[in-house]
């Protein structure tokens, strides 16, 4: 249960934020918050992470109903074996939803946080997408340390004081 908590907390936060944005700054208007490197800019997006895949609403739309059940499914897999795993997943399901919301509500995300390298600009993301690239960092990790470790780590034994010991596959 703990997972999905997590996972509507990065919802709410995500939510929130774009609430303020969308409903306090006008379009494009931008707030320096570090120099011209971090600003907070009001942006909308139609389209995907970077941009890609510009007015193709319901396709994203049913992409992420996929994504969301296979993560649901997944989490409720994992969630009583591994640590690291279902923590990335909860990052990665609040905000799938986050923006899934903002896409089914209005047909377009709300992005906010700019940086500026030089002259070159990042593109333009909000917390939900934050959360979607730690998460799959994370999910990364676990692979690397789950192939270090020559196999699985697993939650095997929980004792009476309800502490889990681990053991590989």
């Known amino acids: 249960m703990v997972y999905y908590l997590i996972a509507l907390i990065v919802f709410l936060i995500d939510q929130g934020t774009k609430y303020l ?8 208007e931008q707030i320096p918050v570090i120099g011209n490197f ?22 994203l739309i049913l992409v992420t109903v996929v994504v969301v059940v296979g993560i649901v499914w997944y989490l409720n897999k994992v969630r009583k074996t591994r ?12 905000g799938a939803i986050g923006n899934f919301l903002d896409r089914l509500l209005t047909g377009e995300v709300v ?17 939900a997408d ?33 502490e889990a010991k681990e053991g590989n596959e």
């Open 21 to 28: 944005i969308s409903s306090r700054l006008q379009l494009d």
């Open 83 to 94: 640590r690291l795993l279902p923590l990335a997943l909860a990052l990665v399901l609040g």
């Open 130 to 162: 934050s959360c979607i690239v730690v998460g799959v960092a994370l999910i990364i990790l676990d692979s690397l340390l789950d192939m270090k470790g020559g196999g699985q780590t697993e939650v095997t034994e929980v004792k009476e004081t309800g």
């Open 111 to 127: 992005d906010f946080l700019q940086f500026n390298f030089g002259s070159y600009t990042f593109p333009i993301f909000n917390v």
């Open 38 to 59: 971090f600003l907070i800019t009001s942006h909308r997006n139609r389209g995907a992470a970077f941009s890609i895949l510009q007015n193709q609403r319901w396709f």
